[in-house]
């Protein structure tokens, strides 16, 4: 029920201008360039890898166009962005670069790249006329599905730089660069054994039939890195119910939240998220917090009306186990661990009750863990997301009955 502020891989030390601001005002004063840089400047551009040609400031600036190496970055590499722009005519001082990164699907921005023109030794007001400009930067392609566009300019405090070339624009001041084709990280699996006898929901994780379950690891959920805390799950079924099992390493359990369906997921959660028919659309979500309160919402659609999702009830029951001192930041705890029981009937369309073996579900499973109580949040995933939404139903993994 939260899109978390996540955005480690595409986010880069620099401003933030998510949203243009009044135009047309006076300039703040230009950022001073590195100790001992000077501006690097090419009488020509190399052959480009993306052409622009567009301009800001009647004619002042042309962004000549982008070079992206490698030209179809797969995930996990490490890409080169250089950019190369021509100051035709003197422009005022105080212009600072942007580089945003948009879904092209949605048109949604889903990164930011901003950082100064040559590590602060160029800044717009600074270069030779009619010379070329190159900045080269860096970053590392992410693993989501889809294709993305860059949009780069100018801004200051009130606003950003006037685009010329309407064409060239997305309408707020943004200029179209390179579009990068997002790649497909592979999907992971878990294969569900079938339980000979339901286990005990007591949140031990002590009945024999979870030890035929394998234990899994969440990693982060943003980039698939190790989680700084250990979360492990498990899940079983028979021909009535899914049974899951989670563990979470923690040295401080708390929450405050007591009454059923209130908002857990602002605080420490074990999640599953269920897409039974693996359509994308409807799904169900299933938590429990320490305190052992669930919340269950079923939706239509990814993020459909959120209270006529919270209106389902799921009939799950759980129990909660704390290994130390529930709500009491004075000691330190070990873990606390969960259970989970799960009417198959009750969930979002479901192909076929009972499951058979070799049913294939989507499906994931989190956690949310606040370091010191809500100062810091990391989110932990069976799939990595790659972007800040549990939400992010082309994730989900595969649940396979055996």
Not at 244 to 252: C, K, M, S
Not at 274 to 294: C, F, I, K, R
Request: charged share 20%; aromatic share 10%; glycine share 10%.
């Amino acid at each position: 029920m939260r899109t978390m502020g996540l955005l480690m891989v595409w986010m880069l030390a620099g401003c933030r201008d998510e949203q243009a601001g009044p135009k047309n005002r006076a300039a703040v004063a230009a950022p001073p360039p590195v100790a001992g840089g000077a501006v690097r400047a090419l009488d020509s551009a190399p052959a480009l890898t993306f052409t622009s040609g567009a301009t800001w400031g009647g004619g002042a600036v042309t962004y000549l166009g982008s070079i992206v190496d490698p030209p179809a970055p797969q995930p996990g590499q490490n890409v080169t962005l250089r950019h190369f722009f021509r100051a035709n005519a003197a422009v005022q001082p105080g212009w600072r670069f942007f580089l945003h990164v948009l879904d092209e699907g949605s048109g949604r921005q889903v990164g930011n790249l901003d950082h100064e023109l040559q590590n602060g030794a160029a800044p717009l007001g600074t270069w030779p006329l009619g010379k070329v400009i190159e900045d080269v930067h860096g970053f590392q392609m992410p693993a989501t599905p889809g294709g993305f566009r860059l949009y780069l300019g100018f801004w200051n405090e009130s606003g950003r730089l006037a685009v010329d070339t309407a064409a060239s624009s997305d309408g707020s001041g943004r200029v179209r660069g390179p579009k990068l084709e997002g790649g497909q990280a592979a999907l992971p699996e878990y294969v569900a054994p079938r339980a000979a006898q339901a286990p005990v929901i007591d949140g031990k994780l002590d009945d024999a039939v979870w030890a035929g379950a394998k234990a899994v690891t969440l990693n982060r959920s943003f980039d698939g890195a190790p989680a700084s805390r250990k979360t492990t799950f498990r899940i079983v079924w028979d021909d009535a119910n899914l049974y899951v099992g989670f563990f979470a390493e923690d040295p401080d359990v708390w929450g405050t939240k007591r009454n059923k369906d209130d908002d857990i997921y602002n605080e420490d959660a074990l999640e599953i998220f269920l897409d039974a028919d693996g359509d994308g659309a409807t799904y169900n979500e299933l938590q429990v917090s320490p305190h052992n309160v669930n919340f269950d919402a079923s939706f239509a659609a990814r993020r459909s009306d959120l209270a006529t999702a919270m209106a389902w009830e799921s009939g799950m029951q759980t129990a909660v186990f704390v290994k130390g001192t529930l709500d009491d930041d004075s000691d330190r705890d070990e873990y606390w661990s969960a259970e989970m029981r799960i009417p198959l009937a009750s969930l979002n369309a479901v192909p076929r009750l009972p499951p058979q073996p070799g049913d294939r579900w989507r499906f994931n499973v989190y956690r949310l863990e606040h370091h010191v109580r809500r100062k810091q949040i990391e989110g932990q995933s069976f799939s990595p997301l790659f972007v800040g939404d549990f939400h992010a139903l082309p994730r989900f993994g595969w649940l396979v009955f055996q």
